[in-house]
């Protein structure tokens, strides 16, 4: 879809508005999660409106890739939780 690019070195490849560092699935979970107005989305993002809505009709033509993205951001997360709670490892002489 112009105007959703996806390269490995912003983001981590995900799916994200061309020319800035703001992923789809933010924006999603702002608008769905978060029951924010798209034009109040826009305002806080300072991004265009059109912009909001280019990045929801992303989402939600590409289910299954979405749900990829989410699932690896509970992965990763919950693989820092579990490193945080861990003891640092002893120092070994």
Request: aromatic share 4%.
């Amino acid at each position: 879809m112009e105007g959703i690019v996806s390269t490995k070195d912003v983001l981590g490849g995900e799916p994200r508005l061309a020319e800035r560092r703001i992923a789809v699935r933010q924006i999603a979970g702002l608008v769905i999660n978060g029951a924010n107005p798209p034009a109040e989305i826009a305002d806080q993002l300072d991004i265009p409106i059109s912009e909001v809505h280019l990045a929801l009709a992303y989402y939600y033509k590409n289910p299954e890739e979405m749900a990829d993205v989410q699932k690896q951001h509970r992965e990763a997360a919950e693989r820092a939780k579990q490193e945080a709670l861990e003891p640092p490892e002893a120092v070994k002489d």
